[in-house]
């Protein structure tokens, strides 16, 4: 018996994580780090929905946080097996697990001299940035289209997403007592046309899908040119005189902005005095993606002057490592562009170049990612006037501008459009991944357009994997009366075939014999393709 379970990622869009079960053995695809509301969060405190220690290996979609962000928890609770992803996946792992737990224990620190002032119990860290680097040496990468058997009667094969550099769509088959079970999750899945990365890979059949709706109940600004709407940002920032404040996840939408910047500059449209980007995580992130430009598109690799030289460098661009470097950039009045991290504002340096620059009219604050609920991002853009960033409070004056172009996640007709793309339609879809309005609202349109029966599982949710048609052993009695059936439905259309002939050439041939003879090749082109059906089904 197959059963899929949704720990994470369940009418929410983080914590990506299922588990998948046979009479043998069981996997995890993904095990994301919760984020948004604080009662999200506690999700992260808990013990795991099963035993971590009867876990035979993971698959990673892709190194994002909430994809990746408790599997060094994992391993602290037992877990020994391998985690399988893609080689740049394995890459950025190596940096973003790490600071994970640096944040948990700096978030920690700080809670903690509050809870001593007041008496309250400790705090302790989800995982430390040793803990989690001490789990990295069990990744093992794969590339894509590599089809692996990573366990007796469970083989996978990753894909490419489209979503960030590296990101997979996982094809699993689970073979148990002589039938084969494809379940395919798609990760999280790009728009099309998108830079850096390539579109997502089209899959020809699956019996079962899990599929994200991030933005299932959305469109994307497709009109917008998101280049041109970021260059109007920029010159009406300089003009006013001040800083352009860009919360960016370090993974992809750093990139994808140094990407637009550069052609920008290189247009000559927009001038820029400083641009900073302030980030360890995203700079390292941003020397591992240059490491694998065999990955980029062609239309990012067109950038490079000499073909080697990695397109993300902009002229004068400055790299901020130090917590030096980012206190200094806080001293800049005006006429900055500043890239930091997180991309939500939840955590990181983002947040002081917020402190210093919310309240000034002059500057503006550019969001050009998912806003999960709950967080600082999220009610800056809903409009809230006044906000607490590290226990002061600050006067929202700033302008605050949202570019959905710029986002990593296909929206709804993007989403319905890669699932037309299957050649023969899934079974039954699984909708995750997304804020419960969204997952239900694409679930609707996946039956209504679609006509595939669909699911939103609640967190925790239990389903059984049955066998579907396709799926189901052939038998030598089945064959013998398939073939039975084909035999006599060739003899009838044989014998018709005879008496059309036959017809035509004692009755009419005098009257419009070459008329009669095309509508015989019609009717004898439709019989042998009614033939050819009969004898495939």
């Known amino acids: 018996m197959i059963r899929l379970q949704f720990c994470g990622a369940a009418e929410t869009v983080t914590g990506s994580c299922y588990l998948l079960s046979t009479e043998k053995h069981r996997i995890l695809i993904d095990c994301g780090l919760f984020q948004g509301s604080k009662a999200i969060k506690e999700r992260n405190y808990g013990e795991f929905p099963f035993d971590p220690t009867s876990i035979d290996a993971v698959v990673l979609t892709h190194a994002h946080i909430d994809h990746c962000g408790l599997i060094p928890k994992l391993y602290l609770k037992g877990f020994k097996g391998p985690v399988y992803t893609n080689p740049v996946s394995a890459e950025l792992a190596k940096i973003l697990l790490p600071d994970s737990g640096h944040i948990q224990e700096m978030e920690v620190e700080r809670k903690n001299r509050k809870n001593s002032r007041a008496g309250l119990p400790l705090l302790t860290p989800i995982y430390t940035a040793e803990q989690a680097a001490s789990c990295l040496d069990y990744f093992q990468p794969i590339e894509y289209q590599e089809e692996k058997e990573i366990l007796p009667g469970i083989r996978i094969r990753l894909q490419d997403a489209g979503h960030i550099l590296g990101s997979a769509i996982v094809e699993v088959w689970v073979n148990e007592k002589g039938k084969d079970v494809k379940i395919t999750f798609s990760g999280d899945l790009g728009n099309l046309g998108q830079p850096i990365v390539n579109d997502p890979t089209e899959i020809d059949t699956t019996d079962y899908l899990v599929i994200e709706s991030t933005y299932g109940n959305r469109l994307h600004k497709i009109k917008e040119d998101k280049i041109e709407r970021l260059k109007e940002v920029i010159i009406k920032t300089m003009k006013k005189g001040g800083n352009l404040i860009i919360p960016a996840f370090a993974v992809e939408r750093t990139q994808d902005l140094l990407y637009a910047l550069h052609v920008l500059l290189k247009e000559g449209t927009i001038k820029v005095k400083d641009i900073y980007l302030d980030s360890p995580l995203a700079v390292a992130t941003t020397e591992i993606f240059c490491n694998y430009q065999k990955y980029f598109d062609t239309e990012t690799k067109s950038l490079s002057e000499d073909g080697t030289t990695c397109p993300f460098y902009l002229p004068g661009l400055r790299l901020s490592r130090t917590a030096e470097e980012s206190m200094a950039i806080n001293k ?3 006429g900055a562009i500043i890239i930091s991290a997180s991309g939500m504002c939840d955590a990181g340096r983002i947040k002081h170049h917020l402190k210093h620059n919310l309240w000034r009219p002059e500057s503006t604050i550019l969001l050009v990612g998912y806003q999960a609920a709950g967080t600082l991002g999220r009610r800056l853009l809903e409009g809230e006037k006044q906000v607490r960033i590290h226990g002061e409070e600050i006067a929202v004056k700033a302008d605050i501008v949202n570019i959905d172009g710029f986002s990593a996640h296909a929206d709804k007709e993007g989403l319905l459009n890669w699932i037309r793309s299957f050649k023969e339609k899934p079974h039954k879809v699984f909708i995750t991944h997304g804020e419960k309005e969204a997952s239900h609202e694409f679930a609707k349109l996946v039956s209504s357009e ?24 052939v038998t030598v009695a089945s064959v013998l009366k398939a073939q039975e059936a084909a035999s006599e439905a060739e003899a009838t259309y044989q014998r018709l075939l005879v008496q059309l002939k036959a017809l035509v050439e004692t009755s009419f041939v005098k009257k419009d014999y070459n008329n009669i003879n095309n509508t015989l090749k019609q009717i004898e082109k439709l019989v042998n393709q009614k033939l050819m059906e009969e004898k495939a089904g």
Request: net charge negative.
């Open 332 to 334: 800049i009045n005006g």
């Open 450 to 473: 679609l006509g595939i029966d669909t699911e939103v599982p609640e967190w925790l949710n239990i389903v059984e994997i049955t066998p579907t048609k396709r799926n189901i052993p």
